[in-house]
């Protein structure tokens, strides 16, 4: 039995590319146990990026590491059957199919429920049940695109833009771990497992929201959705003499120690307060943005330091695997695989009794199939391939 939080929490894991894995993937580093089922073909996210072998990619191996991987084919008798074997044992049932697809293959809440009551039974979707857009399919451009993330950027540099990173499918799958582990919870206390449902939608319009409803919120409303400071076109990292650097200088207690140490020639007593500031938000920004200039990155993040003003240099990604922080803190963990060492960016939250870890490596296709149906009384494979 693994360390950590979850440690005897079994996860039956039909999820597939990214929101769903990536839930998973942290309930495995925490201690669960997580039995990840594929189809013949595997899991697409096998093959979407580089990776040392075939169907090892590197976004794979990242969100599925510590998972055992057990292969059915559930257009078969025989798949359904080991599938209905391990939901006995199971705590939760996690999916990422549209909901006629899994109700189809008589695997939706009420048939797994039949089969163990107990059960948490998370459903992954684009988009919730209960809305007309139900049955559309969705990746994490669409709903970056239909929940304003796009727009927003447009206000920003001018252009609609996809942000840099698959958004909708991380946030969507933190949602659907702590909402799991909240139904697990509930479970704990009174006995009664649940069917959750995570949409990445209604998600991500709530991510995107939270500080964008604004005057939106009121009736009448007060003035449009939209959080002024984040949009605002001088809103960038700082351009200085030999590079760039990132800092907000915020607060009336930073900006009066920004101005007082460096006495820029625009000071204006405008700009003394944080609400002045607010109203004239991208002025200030570009007013900043011209004293940038004057110094070296090392100098401007040498007196932000001094006068504790939130600052920061830019990393690329690469940068990250070598940054003084994160390697004194211990967030990488090195694991050594079938392929050679895969040095995995691991569990970034800290726990004093029950520690989680990077779980293990990744499973190649169907290689804890002959274990898991055996552990089940299953001996043969034909559950597989049918």
């Not at 990536?22 to 925490?30: E, K, L, N, V």
């Not at 107990?118 to 857009?133: E, Q």
């Not at 101005?259 to 020639?265: F, G, S």
């Amino acid at each position: 039995m693994r360390s950590g939080p979850l440690s005897g929490v079994r996860v039956v894991d039909l999820t597939a590319m990214v929101m769903g894995p990536y839930c998973t993937q942290i309930m495995a580093d925490m201690g669960a146990e997580v039995i990840k089922v594929e189809p013949p073909q595997g899991d697409n996210t096998r093959f979407i990026s580089v990776g040392p072998a075939p169907g090892m990619s590197g976004v794979f191996v990242n969100v599925n590491r510590g998972k055992r991987s057990v292969v059915l084919d559930l257009q078969t008798e025989e798949g359904k059957a080991a599938l209905r074997a391990l939901i006995e044992r199971a705590d939760v049932f996690i999916h990422s199919m549209r909901a006629k697809a899994v109700a189809k293959l008589g695997f939706g809440y009420d048939d797994v429920a039949a089969i163990n009551p107990g059960i948490v039974y998370t459903n992954c979707y684009g988009y919730g049940r209960r809305g007309p857009d139900r049955d559309r399919p969705a990746y994490d451009d669409t709903i970056q695109a239909e929940s304003g993330l796009p727009a927003v950027q447009k206000q920003l540099t001018g252009e609609a833009d996809y942000v840099g990173t698959i958004m909708a499918d991380k946030v969507a799958g933190l949602t659907a771990l702590y909402a799991t582990t909240m139904a697990l919870f509930h479970r704990e206390r009174t006995g009664e497992g649940q069917e959750v449902e995570v949409a990445m939608f209604e998600t991500m319009a709530s991510f995107m929201l939270v500080e964008h409803a604004n005057g939106a919120m009121f009736d009448p409303p007060l003035g449009p959705a939209v959080y002024p400071r984040t949009v605002a076109p001088n809103r960038r990292p700082y351009a200085t003499s030999d590079g760039y650097v990132a800092a907000l200088i915020y607060n009336d207690k930073h900006w009066n120690a920004f101005i007082d140490a460096v006495q820029p020639a625009w000071n204006d007593s405008s700009y003394a307060t944080l609400e002045q500031r607010a109203h004239n938000i991208d002025v200030v920004y570009g007013l900043v943005a011209e004293t940038m200039k004057e110094r070296t990155t090392a100098e401007w993040l040498a007196l932000f330091a001094k006068l504790e003003i939130p600052a920061a240099p830019l990393n690329t990604p690469d940068a990250l695997f070598d940054n003084a922080h994160l390697n004194a803190v211990g967030l990488f963990e090195t694991v050594d695989t079938q392929h050679g060492p895969v040095r995995f960016p691991g569990v970034p939250t800290w726990f004093s009794r029950t520690p989680g870890q990077v779980a293990g490596p990744a499973p190649e296709l169907g290689a804890d199939t002959d274990d898991v149906l055996t552990e089940l009384g299953l001996t043969t494979r034909a559950a597989e391939a049918g």
